[in-house]
């Protein structure tokens, strides 16, 4: 089944092929490790990890890359407030990412480049632009010179010129034309620097992604990934520098952008304090329901975040658990899982994650009205390539929650059983409303008694 993949450069749709099949590679951008990441943060994770899930499927050689950006002028800021060097900073932060993207079941990236073990690689191709003509070095910063690249622009869509023309940022003196974005700049002691050929300095946050690509997947990639409000003037400056560092080259094949989050229909922003924190977030919900929430909608349109948003994707995912559940018995087929057709149709259409969703609803329907082994294995392959109903029934019922005393449920449900048997109906019901008073529903089957936590 072949893919199909949305092209930001192009504007359109276009049937997927690498430039090597035996190596098919994927750069993400990745997160800046100063704190904690927000819900927004996660969506372009998500998204390209079932893209990456995909690809493994159709390729024998995926190569995925999501740096870490862990030099910063922010990061710089938290660390001297905190009185520490900034890799106290980083990290922390970057394990806190790498334990939230875990949490929400995103696959750790092939490689993990940080932007501070690829100085070396900076300069050079910082080198390589200013001999080329596409920068100039001015009061110990270099800059790119945006004017040296007729296709400047092009990606996002804007009128280089009228860039120009409408800065209304005050504009550094040493910059030849308003658009010059920065590749090098000078570090004073108290900040963390490199020596360089333009002295002491760190390096811009674009000039790190262009260099951290080429130095793991070469000098042209397939695939370029990150949320929307990167594509100017990030992935605009990548282009430029990579294009140009690389004698005309071309970067990235596909270009891929994901929507942002909204927050009950509104901006999320620290402003307007809406800001959800993963980590927070990963305490409060199931981790499952937060991925299936992040999946519901489609990659490129902007997604609303809610908190009924979010109880709908729990109650969606206990009704898929419960089939899964009534199944139990049910031994699956040997062999791999099967992904069905439906559900590989429509990522393969542009990654259309809101009909895979709706095509697993409508196996869970088909599993539960069976209670055919091929079914359930339908409904857990076709889950599983969006990494989704990853945990048994049972786990997903108590939630994991560790204010819940199993042992004491369990001893309450045999007490209750006891009492049953000895036909004390009025015990078993008092047993019945205490549970219930912890938050435990039962449900008596011919398997036994189960129970779940019914508390939100
Ligand atoms: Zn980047």
Not at 29 to 50: E, K, L, S, W
Not at 216 to 234: K, N
Not at 306 to 313: F, G, L, M, Y
Not at 412 to 438: G, K, N, P
Request: proline letters at 6%; glycine letters at 8%.
């Amino acid at each position: 089944m072949p893919i199909s993949l949305y092209n930001s450069l192009t504007r359109r749709a276009e049937p997927f092929a690498p430039l090597d099949p035996e190596r098919v590679t994927m750069y993400l951008c990745g997160p800046t490790v100063y704190n904690y990441v927000h819900i927004g943060n996660a969506r372009g994770p998500v998204v390209f990890d079932v893209l990456v899930r995909l690809l493994r499927r159709h390729y024998p050689h995926v190569v995925y890359a999501r740096n870490i950006t862990d030099v910063d002028d922010k990061i710089n800021a938290a660390a001297q407030q905190q009185g520490v060097q900034i890799d106290a900073i980083t990290n922390r932060f970057a394990q806190a990412y790498r334990d939230d993207m875990a949490g929400l079941g995103v696959a750790p990236p092939d490689i993990e480049p940080h932007a501070t073990t690829h100085i070396a690689q900076i300069v050079t191709m910082i080198e390589a632009l200013i001999d080329g003509g596409h920068a100039y070095a001015a009061e110990g910063h270099v800059l790119f010179d945006v004017g040296s690249f007729a296709d400047y622009g092009k990606l996002s869509g804007r009128d280089p010129d009228e860039l120009i023309a409408g800065a209304r940022v005050e504009v550094a003196p040493y910059k030849r034309n308003a658009g010059d974005f920065v590749l090098w700049k000078p570090s004073t002691p108290e900040l963390p620097g490199w020596d360089s050929p333009w002295g002491r300095g760190r390096p811009g946050w674009h000039i790190e992604c262009s260099a951290m690509s080429a130095a793991h997947l070469g000098e042209t990639i397939d695939i370029h990934a990150g949320g929307v409000d990167l594509l100017f003037p990030h992935h605009e400056n990548e282009v430029a520098q990579s294009t140009c560092a690389h004698g005309g080259k071309l970067f990235a094949r596909w270009w891929m952008h994901n929507g942002m989050l909204t927050f009950d229909g509104r901006k999320m922003s620290k402003s307007l304090g809406n800001v959800l924190l993963l980590h927070e977030l990963l305490k409060l919900h199931p981790a499952e329901a937060l991925r299936l929430r992040l999946l519901s909608g489609h990659y490129r349109q902007p997604l609303d975040w809610s908190e009924a948003a979010i109880q709908q994707a729990t109650s969606t995912l206990d009704g898929w658990y419960r089939v899964l559940r009534d199944l139990a018995d049910v031994v699956l087929p040997a062999g791999e899982l099967p992904v069905p057709p439906r559900i590989e149709a429509a990522l393969c259409d542009d990654l259309n994650t809101p009909q895979a969703l709706a095509e697993l609803s409508v196996l869970a329907d088909a599993a539960r009205q069976s209670g055919s082994a091929e079914a359930k294995a339908a409904l857990l392959g076709g889950a599983a390539l969006l990494g989704l109903l990853q945990q048994s029934p049972e786990a997903w019922f108590r939630r994991g929650d560790e204010a819940i005393d199993e042992a004491r449920i369990e001893d309450l449900l045999e007490q209750r059983r006891v009492a049953r048997v000895s036909r004390d109906f009025a015990r078993a019901d008092a047993i019945r409303d205490e549970l219930a008073a912890l938050g435990i529903a039962i449900e008596d089957g011919a398997q036994g008694t189960r129970w779940s936590i019914v508390k939100a």
